[in-house]
């Protein structure tokens, strides 16, 4: 079916009706009124040829149809708004405007806060949301970066969008410093042995899939959705957990664990910006893609080797 054949309001309906599921606050919602929106619904109906919403008792239900079209439609609805709010110039300067970027508390912490404040001297008019990346995204990326401006994502990850280069980082690892099962340096029997604490799910990282071909299967006792609860979890057990280094470095202090060096060659962290396709040529996205790089570009390459060392050493030094 062409799409110039179609009423693109009805998009808007759709989604209102999937949503509310009640005609009159969907109506409301949109601006119709009650008997319009029973006419939206009906050529809805025809077109797809399902019932969209069926009656239950005193409230309405979805079909089957219905729930598929459910994210569907939220996604065509955030697509369609960022299509028609893209501007030909951006002034940053004098610009009122919001970016949302999916993050990491990682990426929040080591790359997010020297943005927002670049953001904050040469456009003071531009606001920055950061929202936590969902766990399932490698499952949705499409709809997820339809609903943002852009996902701060390491590579190897994802991948089918465009993305622009920011930053490399190390890995290391944490480990108790009361832990008297390590030595001085790690091994690969420590890594099998030891339970570990991991940030959501443990192949995420191309740093653990590797262990897989090296035969460590870890051993996953703790999973946490912040990377900056991994030295909590590590502290007092005999827990080890892989940590980016420079995100160690910054939590230099705040528990009593010790950053070692991986005892294999941890393929490094190249960070990256990724956007969906409808952002492309949009000057605002630009400014800020091209704002990212210089940041990324600006960032102190982390060494590539660290000695053991305590994270507690100042707060006990």
Same mark, same amino acid.
């Given at each position: 079916?062409?799409?110039? #054949?179609?009423?693109? $309001?009805?998009?808007?309906?759709?989604?209102?009706?999937?949503?509310?599921? $009640?005609?009159?606050?969907?109506?409301?919602?949109?601006?119709?009124?009650? /008997?319009?929106? #029973?006419?939206?619904?009906?050529?809805?109906?025809?077109?797809?040829?399902? &019932?969209? *919403?069926?009656?239950?008792?005193?409230?309405?239900?979805?079909?089957?149809?219905?729930?598929?079209? *459910?994210?569907?439609?939220?996604?065509?609805?955030?697509?369609?708004?960022?299509?028609?709010?893209?501007?030909?110039?951006?002034?940053?300067?004098?610009?009122? +405007?919001?970016?949302?970027?999916?993050?990491?508390?990682?990426?929040?912490?080591?790359?997010?806060?020297?943005?927002?404040?670049?953001?904050?001297?040469?456009?003071?008019?531009?606001?920055?949301?950061?929202?936590?990346?969902? /766990?399932?995204?490698?499952? $949705?990326?499409?709809?997820?970066?339809?609903?943002?401006?852009?996902?701060?994502? =390491?590579?190897?990850?994802?991948?089918?969008?465009?993305?622009?280069?920011?930053?490399?980082? +190390?890995?290391?690892?944490?480990?108790?410093?009361? $832990?008297?099962?390590?030595?001085?340096?790690?091994?690969?029997?420590?890594?099998? !042995? *030891? =339970?570990?604490?991991?940030?959501?799910?443990?192949?995420?990282?191309?740093?653990?899939? %590797?262990? #897989?071909?090296?035969?460590?299967?870890?051993?996953?006792?703790?999973?946490?959705?912040?990377?900056?609860?991994? /030295?909590?979890?590590?502290?007092?057990? !005999?827990?080890?957990?892989?940590? %980016?280094?420079?995100?160690? &470095?910054? *939590?230099?202090?705040?528990?009593?664990?010790?950053?070692?060096?991986?005892?294999?060659?941890?393929? =490094?962290? %190249?960070?990256?910006?990724?956007? +969906?396709?409808?952002?492309? +040529?949009?000057?605002?996205?630009?400014?800020?893609?091209?704002?990212?790089?210089?940041?990324?570009?600006?960032?102190?390459?982390?060494? =590539?080797?660290?000695?053991?060392?305590?994270?507690?050493?100042?707060? #006990?030094?």
């Amino acid at each position: 079916m062409s799409l110039s #054949s179609l009423d693109l $309001n009805l998009v808007l309906s759709l989604r209102a009706l999937l949503e509310e599921r $009640n005609v009159t606050r969907a109506g409301q919602r949109v601006g119709l009124s009650q /008997p319009a929106m #029973s006419a939206a619904l009906a050529r809805l109906r025809r077109h797809f040829d399902d &019932e969209l *919403l069926f009656r239950s008792g005193g409230h309405y239900e979805l079909t089957a149809l219905g729930r598929a079209l *459910l994210d569907r439609t939220a996604t065509a609805c955030d697509l369609l708004e960022r299509v028609f709010t893209s501007k030909a110039d951006f002034v940053p300067g004098s610009e009122e +405007h919001e970016f949302t970027l999916l993050s990491s508390d990682y990426a929040t912490a080591v790359f997010g806060a020297e943005l927002a404040r670049v953001v904050h001297a040469q456009a003071p008019g531009v606001r920055l949301r950061f929202q936590r990346t969902p /766990p399932d995204v490698t499952e $949705n990326t499409a709809a997820m970066l339809s609903t943002a401006d852009g996902l701060f994502m =390491p590579h190897g990850v994802i991948s089918g969008f465009p993305t622009v280069e920011l930053f490399t980082d +190390h890995w290391a690892f944490l480990v108790a410093d009361t $832990n008297d099962e390590v030595g001085d340096r790690l091994t690969m029997e420590d890594l099998a !042995r *030891l =339970p570990w604490v991991t940030y959501q799910r443990t192949y995420d990282a191309p740093a653990v899939r %590797q262990l #897989s071909m090296l035969g460590i299967d870890p051993r996953v006792e703790v999973s946490v959705d912040t990377f900056q609860a991994l /030295p909590f979890m590590v502290a007092g057990t !005999r827990r080890i957990a892989l940590v %980016q280094r420079r995100l160690a &470095e910054r *939590l230099s202090g705040v528990a009593a664990v010790r950053v070692m060096e991986p005892p294999y060659e941890a393929v =490094p962290l %190249q960070e990256a910006l990724w956007w +969906h396709p409808v952002h492309t +040529h949009d000057a605002a996205h630009i400014w800020l893609r091209e704002t990212a790089a210089r940041v990324g570009a600006g960032m102190t390459a982390p060494e =590539p080797g660290i000695a053991a060392a305590a994270v507690t050493e100042q707060a #006990s030094g």
